[in-house]
């Protein structure tokens, strides 16, 4: 695991052009990651229930699993389709250790357009 002080070091060594771009991104996952927590709380649904996950066991790959299968999405669209998605994500924790590595990543893309279909609909 990297250390704080590793991150500081690196963050120092960035040149001012990049770190504008640096940046950029933490502010563009920052504002993904509000819009997600604004959906959490209109479906009022507890986040370690929606991916079938005990709070001590939660793992980084099933945070950024919802990063992706919801950071496309506009905030009004994702607050009105609320119910729709929360019941695709569901099915998609609880079948997502169901899968080989091979078809994974399928299942992983078709979960991502079942939501697209959902949301486009409107």
Known sequence: MISKKEISNWLDKIQDDNRYYYMTSIEHVDERLTRIEKWLSTIKEDFYELIHC??????????????????????????????????????????????????FTNFVYETKVKINRSTNGI
């Open 54 to 103: 005990k709070k001590y066991q939660i793992g980084e790959e099933r945070v950024v699993l919802l990063y992706f299968l919801l950071f496309d999405i506009k905030e009004e669209i994702l607050l009105r389709k609320a119910f729709e998605i929360r019941s695709i994500l569901h099915e998609f924790y609880s079948q997502m250790t169901q899968h080989k590595r091979k078809d």
